[in-house]
């Protein structure tokens, strides 16, 4: 059973940071995409940033310079640092891994969801 756990959410102020973190566990023998998510009230998840086993990272363009994704591999986990948050970052964020175990062919799984508000 893959779980991905994530934890860092909350709330802010304009301007200011939150660093979610989001780690994955189980019978894993593979993990390609990690990364995030949102959605927000009345729209469709959209993709925040993304990070493959082999390096390679891509960003929704609203967020690039203001977002950093990094993995730690040993870890199985992803973090994001948001910085220069803004009110309209404000969503529901998930956690996205595409995994592969030795039961299962690489699937992707989503992880619970972690609130982040940013408000004045």
């Known amino acids: 059973q893959v779980q991905l756990v994530e934890s860092g959410g909350g709330l802010a102020q304009p301007g200011e940071s939150l660093r979610l973190s989001c780690a994955a566990s189980?019978?894993?023998?593979?993990?390609?995409?990690m990364g995030w998510y949102r959605q927000a009230p009345g729209k469709q998840r959209e993709m925040v940033a993304l990070?493959?086993?082999?390096?390679?990272?891509n960003y929704l363009d609203s967020v690039k310079g203001r977002f950093t994704i990094a993995r730690d591999n040993a870890k199985k986990t992803v973090y994001l640092q948001m910085n220069s948050l803004k009110p309209e970052d404000t969503a529901v964020y998930y956690c996205?891994?595409?995994?592969?175990?030795?039961?299962?062919?690489?699937?992707?799984?989503w992880g619970q969801g972690t609130q982040v508000t940013v408000s004045s």
């Open positions: 189980g019978s894993i023998l593979s993990i390609n995409v």
């Open positions: 996205f891994a595409d995994i592969g175990t030795m039961t299962r062919s690489p699937y992707g799984y």
């Open positions: 990070s493959t086993s082999g390096g390679s990272t």
